[in-house]
């Protein structure tokens, strides 16, 4: 979970770190978020403020509209 916690990097990024290579048939791509459930800065913007308890993580396959995204206990 460390690990994961590292690559959301800090807030109001979504990194996709654990994507695969380019050029990758059907590549996909991890991204990777803080997710501020709480609206603890109060701007309506999951993905600002102070709220780390929860990670943001969607993985979707480039160029399509497949996509699985899910909310992970940051604790």
């Given at each position: 979970l ?12 979504a990194?996709?770190?654990y994507s695969?290579a380019?050029?990758?048939p059907?590549?996909?791509?991890v991204y990777?978020?803080?997710y501020?459930?709480a609206?603890t800065d ?13 990670l943001?993580?969607?993985v ?7 996509a699985q995204?899910t ?5």
């Amino acid at each position: 979970l460390e690990k994961l916690r590292a690559a959301a990097g800090s807030a109001g990024t979504a990194n996709a770190t654990y994507s695969d290579a380019v050029a990758t048939p059907d590549r996909l791509l991890v991204y990777i978020a803080r997710y501020d459930g709480a609206n603890t800065d109060g701007d309506n913007n999951p993905f600002t403020g102070g709220d780390n308890a929860f990670l943001w993580v969607k993985v979707t396959i480039e160029n399509s509209a497949d996509a699985q995204e899910t909310l992970v206990n940051g604790y």
